[in-house]
């Protein structure tokens, strides 16, 4: 139930445009400052993976592995998408709780 939750704010955040998504536009968004949140993909390769967990504690953003490929892409209405990038407060608090409240 909680996952379905968090794959449609995507899709809100995707339309309203308050969504990045792909490896280099979600780096960008991270370095811009404007990425509250970032998603990496729980099958994203390793070298993904370090990427954006350096990047996000280096610029303090909340990081969190969840989905796959698939999963994250179909929601934002795209194809398989590694990593996304939120880019409002309230819709990042939004599915923080929600990941939390999963795992």
Do not use: W
Not at 3 to 24: C, D, H, P, T
Not at 31 to 47: F, R
């Amino acid at each position: 139930m909680g996952q379905n939750k968090i794959f449609s704010l995507l899709g809100i955040a995707m339309r309203g445009r308050n969504l990045v998504s792909g490896e280099y536009q979600t780096l960008e968004a991270v370095k811009k400052g404007s990425a509250m949140l970032v998603i990496v993909a729980e099958d994203a390769s390793d070298n993904t993976k370090k990427l954006f967990s350096d990047k996000c504690s280096f610029y303090k953003v909340p990081i969190f592995r969840y989905g796959t490929k698939e999963n994250l892409g179909r929601a934002v209405g795209k194809d398989m998408r590694s990593s996304v990038g939120i880019c409002n407060e309230g819709l990042a608090e939004a599915i923080i709780k929600l990941i939390e409240e999963i795992k």
